[in-house]
């Protein structure tokens, strides 16, 4: 079973999407991680309520250190911010790397809807790239 470490700084919200978009598209194909290189201490409100909103389960999404992975087997290392693609760390065993240049919703400043609305938007932003580059596959 192919496994996938989705990695931004906070480890808040992009990679948290993407966790839990994976777990939910890729059925139990894949094993899913998310981590950060600085992790926050909670996942953003806006993003578990998207993935509510989508039906995709929240259960277990807490933020993660990425080193904690660095020893684990991981097929495919998925950056989806520019700053965790400069500071992520090597992992040997990988079969593959990609980057997603994502913009970070948790940084946009708004009204609660229009911030709802710029999650939702980075949420099918992130299910259209996991489609086209692992679903794919």
């Known amino acids: 079973m192919p496994s996938v470490l989705f990695l931004c700084t906070g480890n808040s919200a992009r990679s948290q999407i993407a966790e839990a978009l994976l777990r939910q598209l890729g059925g139990t194909k894949y094993k ?70 994502l913009e970070d919703p948790a940084a946009f400043q708004g009204t609660y809807e229009e911030t709802l609305l710029k999650f939702r938007e980075t949420l099918d932003e992130i299910e259209r790239m996991i489609r086209a580059n692992i679903l794919r596959s």
């Open 32 to 101: 899913v991680y998310s981590a950060g290189t600085i992790p926050k201490s909670e996942v953003n409100p806006f993003a578990i309520e998207v993935l509510k909103e989508r039906g995709a389960s929240t259960d277990g999404l807490y933020p993660k250190l990425v080193n904690e992975f660095v020893k684990h087997r991981i097929d495919l290392v998925v950056t989806v911010c520019d700053n965790a693609r400069q500071t992520c760390p090597h992992f040997p065993g990988a079969k593959r790397m990609e980057h997603w240049s």
